[in-house]
């Protein structure tokens, strides 16, 4: 992997190379990430600074809180993780997910290293996230949502099974207002590289 140290101002690092899981897995763990363009040409980055939800930090709204006292939704995990990742992909800033990027996700799945947390209103998958999980380290990748705070249920049920496993670092990789209110921080791209280094060498399991 190259030194992620190394990246222009954008984040950009590297384009080309492949989508196999033990080069995925590699990036990773050297805090890169694969981002392709509209037109599918592949992309490897390591933003400075790097976004991340403190798994202490989340803001959980009233209008959530209330929510979930309603027990409104029902929470999964793993059960129809490829419903979640096409319904990422379908989202309108879902153009990321190329079919490359989606099968990749879905082999790294098959082999026990990407998760997904569901959100059911009834029978009906109303919103969901997925990410990849190495140690005590999770990487979200998208969610989605088709029934309002949907997504946000599902992102507190994610940050609770990761507080309750034993996860110590949450990357969302890149901020957005969005991500900002529910409590994302960024931090200094070496600071991040420290704690991902002791994250990953946790013997956490999803």
Not at 15 to 25: H, Q, S, V
Request: charged letters at 20%; proline letters at 6%.
């Amino acid at each position: 992997m190259p030194d992620p140290r190394d990246a222009i101002a954008s984040g950009l690092l590297a384009g080309g190379g492949d989508l196999e899981p033990g080069t995925i897995l590699a990036a990773y763990r050297s805090g890169i990430f694969p981002w392709p363009d509209a037109a599918g040409t592949l992309f490897w980055w390591s933003p400075d600074p790097r976004a991340i939800l403190p798994l202490d930090g989340m803001h959980v709204s009233r209008s959530l809180q209330r929510t979930q006292r309603r027990g409104r939704f029902r929470v999964t995990v793993n059960r129809a993780y490829a419903d979640v990742i096409a319904a990422c992909a379908d989202r309108s800033d879902g153009t990321w997910i190329t079919p490359a990027i989606h099968a990749a996700y879905t082999h790294l799945h098959a082999l026990g290293w990407a998760h997904s947390i569901e959100v059911w209103d009834g029978e009906v998958l109303a919103g969901g996230v997925y990410g990849l999980a190495i140690g005590g380290f999770f990487a979200a990748e998208s969610m989605f949502h088709r029934v309002r705070d949907a997504s946000k249920t599902g992102l507190a049920a994610l940050v609770e099974r990761l507080r309750a496993h034993g996860f110590t670092l949450f990357d969302v990789q890149l901020q957005t207002p969005h991500l900002a209110s529910l409590g994302v921080v960024e931090i200094p791209r070496a600071e991040y590289l420290a704690h991902l280094a002791a994250a990953t060498a946790r013997p956490a399991t999803f």
